[in-house]
């Protein structure tokens, strides 16, 4: 079955310096790759995906980029702020309705 | 868009009883997935959910432990059975529309 790395568990950065967190997969027939974060006590929420057939996605402060040759893919946070700080997990499915496996997690931190 | 809502939000349980998780979802939708979010951990797909069919469980989790019953495409449950303090754990249902909706998830602890 599918399985997903993440790196790092943790990560510290000073408000307004970029953050980036890097995921690999294992299965190469997963399709779709969505991005979520999840703050203290509630649920995740998906602050963006891509599919396999876009190298590249950006909205606004946050972008994904994909390597489906490499099985990589990566989100980019630029100008972080406080409100940034919480937990990011990286996750793979064949399909947006389908099941999703998830990494492991980064709990973000924004220093001020 | 879908709105999800569980019962219970919380429970506190005896070790050796069991709780069962409701999941109701505000349109109908072919899969419902069961997810497992232990304290400081990711989420842990559990299972999936078809109506009209048994539940396909993923390695490590298993029927008799966590009976799933999906009697409609808005609706489904989970069972914890006979419960261990190692199952305190968040429980969380979602759905696959445009994207993952996941409910507020269930917080479980076993005494």
């Known amino acids: 079955g599918e399985n997903v790395e993440q790196h790092p568990s943790t990560l510290s950065v000073q408000e307004g310096d970029s953050a980036v967190i890097k995921c690999t997969y294992s299965?190469?027939?997963?399709?779709?790759f969505p991005w979520y974060k999840q703050e203290l006590g509630k649920r995740p929420q998906l602050i963006i995906d891509?599919?396999?057939?876009?190298g590249e996605k950006k909205d606004q402060r946050i972008a994904v980029t994909l390597n489906k040759t490499a099985k990589h893919f990566s989100l980019h946070i630029t100008e972080t702020q406080p409100e940034d700080s919480a937990v990011y997990f990286c996750?793979?499915?064949?399909?947006?309705?389908?099941?999703?496996?998830f990494g492991k997690g980064t709990r973000l931190h924004i220093l001020p | 868009s879908a709105v999800i809502s569980q019962k219970p939000s919380r429970d506190i349980c005896q070790r050796g009883t069991s709780l069962t998780i409701q999941c109701q979802v505000d349109?109908?939708?072919?899969?419902m997935f069961w997810y497992r979010q232990q304290p400081g951990q990711s989420l842990t797909l559990i299972a999936t959910?078809?109506?009209?069919?048994?539940?396909?469980?993923e390695s490590g989790f298993v029927i008799d432990k966590f009976p799933i019953s999906r009697p409609n495409l808005t609706f489904s449950t989970l069972t914890v059975s006979n419960m261990s303090p190692e199952d305190s754990s968040i429980y969380l249902c979602?759905?696959?529309?445009?994207?993952?909706?996941f409910g507020p998830g269930t917080r479980l602890t076993v005494l």
């Open positions: 979602s759905v696959g529309i445009n994207e993952q909706f």
């Open positions: 299965d190469s027939a997963s399709n779709y």
């Open positions: 891509i599919r396999s057939n876009v």
């Open positions: 996750a793979a499915s064949k399909r947006r309705d389908d099941k999703i496996i």
């Open positions: 349109s109908q939708v072919t899969m």
């Open positions: 959910a078809n109506q009209g069919s048994e539940a396909t469980y």
